[in-house]
Nanobody
Framework: QVQLVESGGGLVQAGGSLRLSCAASGRTFSSYVMGWFRQAPGKEREFVALISWGRGGSTYYTDSVKGRFTISRDNAKNTVYLQMNSLKPEDTAVYYC???????????????WGQGTQVTVSS
């Protein structure tokens, strides 16, 4: 069982930065692939980024955030981060972190979810 709690969302102007954090409970954090997803009003939840197991986990990003967002994890702190730079109004959404047993891009394949944190980017 893994419980996830996101933080770090807020209101920022276009071009600004935010860092999201996701704190996980449980001693098996390092064995999970950790992903970030987002959901804008009226849209489906979409994949943003993921990081695989271990200290030097592989990372994957959706095309729209490549070069602007960076996912990382600190297994000693049971925390995964999403550094978001050069934010755009279209990045506005509720951001969720999630845990899965494998590398997946579909939300339905993730086992555990946080409650979400709102990110609003003004133009």
């Amino acid at each position: 069982q893994v419980q996830l709690v996101e933080s770090g969302g807020g209101l920022v102007q276009a071009g600004g930065s935010l860092r999201l954090s996701c704190a996980a409970s449980g001693r098996t954090f390092s064995s999970y692939v950790m992903g970030w997803f987002r959901q804008a009003p009226g849209k489906e939840r979409e994949f943003v980024a993921l990081i695989s197991w271990g200290r030097g986990g592989s990372t994957y990003y959706t095309d729209s955030v490549k070069g602007r967002f960076t996912i990382s994890r600190d297994n000693a702190k049971n925390t995964v981060y999403l550094q978001m730079n050069s934010l755009k109004p279209e990045d506005t959404a509720v951001y969720y972190c999630a845990a899965a047993g494998g590398i997946h891009y579909r939300p339905s394949l993730y086992d555990y979810w946080g409650q979400g944190t709102q990110v609003t980017v003004s133009s």
